[in-house]
């Protein structure tokens, strides 16, 4: 039998997505632990508060009630209902039960916009530095990332920047706020020129409010609000964050034809929906009580005050982030290029942080701090700086 060695590649369309940069640097840290060493760990992405009770004891009496079997594909009615009245009330925007399509987490929801918007050769326009995946999700459509700096969006204008960058093959924006990793996050009149824009030019949008309850300057704006501009955005929101549900990989998306049905058959056909149990368990998020959110918001600014204020002091510049839960500092001072620093923060005051440049050539001379730890380990890790750097 004769096998030819171009049997054994993997389809194009896959060879163009990468893989997550942050895995190579937890496997460091991983070493550095085995090895006996502690490590302030600066560079994760998760909640550090657990789940709350509420959701757990529903998750409890969904398995005791043997809420198990399969739901609809497209998530349970309560559910749909449920986050409909949330995107209706804290979001303001005008969904439907319909409108609303239960996913696994923000990140399946993402491929699935994605999926649904873009084809191969078009370009979407990208505020930088960006969050990783959303390269890989674009280059997964064959589409191309057309980056366009946040920072001179601000300066000179969200409009004319986009207008800038945007060609005839611009199809959609991606609109993540807060956004991960600066923790910009974009006003309403942002929000309003980038929406004029998208009318303007016949764009689709891609919103990402993964963050919308961890804002602590201004405040949390939907783009899908705007006039005209809910049939063409597809809003993807995720569990993980607001109720420190990582792990159960919970999340939704709201969008109008045709983008949901583009939604639905990429759920349809990679997972068949998200496990029953936990969407009966996710139902009990949406009846937590306003206060909920103060006191996390609460918790996370005392952090991040606590982070920021000792960066500065350390020469390492950077503005009190508006939303999410990282700081982005300039580290020129330590080392221009971003793995290098990452590098020497690990190595010689064992704190562990992630490469600005893994979020994009913007990010280069920055790294990405994570706040969402506690104020000891917080602390800790500044005095190891103090000592080392
Ligand atoms: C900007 C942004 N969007 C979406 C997500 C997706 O989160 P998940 O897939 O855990 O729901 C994340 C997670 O880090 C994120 O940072």
């Known amino acids: 039998m004769s096998t030819s060695a171009s049997v054994f590649r993997l389809s194009r369309r896959l060879e163009n997505v990468g893989f997550s940069d942050i895995v190579k640097i937890r496997n460091k840290i991983l070493e550095l632990r085995a090895g006996g060493a502690q490590v302030f760990q600066f560079e994760g992405g998760e909640p550090f508060l657990e ?3 509420p ?16 739901a609809p594909s497209s998530g349970i009615p309560e559910l749909r209902a449920a986050v409909a009245e949330k995107l209706r009330e804290r979001n303001r925007i ?30 979407v326009l990208v505020f930088s530095p960006f969050w990783t995946p959303i390269r890989d999700l674009i280059a997964h459509c064959e589409g191309k990332t057309v980056l366009v700096r946040s920072t001179e969006a ?43 824009f998208a009318r303007e030019r016949d764009l689709v949008v891609l919103a990402d409010e993964a963050y919308e309850d961890l804002v602590y300057e201004g405040e949390h704006f939907s783009i899908a609000s705007l006039e005209g501009m809910f049939e063409r955005t597809i809003t993807c ?6 109720y420190a549900m990582t792990g159960w990989r919970m999340g939704y998306a709201v969008a109008a034809e ?22 009966w368990a996710a139902l009990a998020a949406f009846g937590l009580p306003a206060d909920f959110y103060e006191s996390i918001r609460r918790a996370y600014r005392e952090r991040r005050d606590l982070l920021v204020a000792g960066l500065c002091e350390l020469g390492l510049a950077c503005d009190p982030p508006a939303g999410a839960f990282y700081a982005f500092p300039d580290v ?35 790294l990405r701090f994570s706040f969402s730890t506690s104020p000891e380990t917080i602390q800790a890790g500044l005095d190891s700086l103090r000592r080392n750097l």
Request: net charge neutral; with cysteine.
């Open 51 to 53: 789940t709350p009770e």
């Open 55 to 70: 959701i757990k004891e529903a998750m409890t009496r969904a398995l005791a009630e043997n809420r198990t079997r399969y």
């Open 94 to 123: 005008h969904a439907r039960e319909e409108d609303v399509v239960v996913m696994n987490g923000g990140m399946q929801g993402l491929f699935a916009a994605f999926q649904s918007v873009v084809d191969p050769g078009d370009e």
């Open 154 to 196: 601000r300066r000179e204008g969200f409009y004319e920047t986009l207008a800038r960058h945007a060609t005839d093959k611009t199809r959609a924006v991606y609109f993540n706020t807060p956004q991960n990793p600066t923790g910009i996050v974009f006003t309403r009149e942002e929000a309003e020129a980038v929406a004029r």
């Open 237 to 242: 929101y995720t569990l993980s964050k607001s």
């Open 258 to 279: 045709p983008w949901m049905t583009g939604l639905k058959k990429c759920l349809l056909y990679t997972t068949n929906g998200v496990s029953t149990p936990s969407q």
């Open 332 to 366: 020129s001072r330590v080392h221009t290029d971003s793995r290098a620093a990452a590098d020497i923060l690990l190595e010689r005051a064992r704190v562990a942080t992630v490469p600005g440049v893994v979020f994009g050539e913007h990010g280069e001379s920055h």
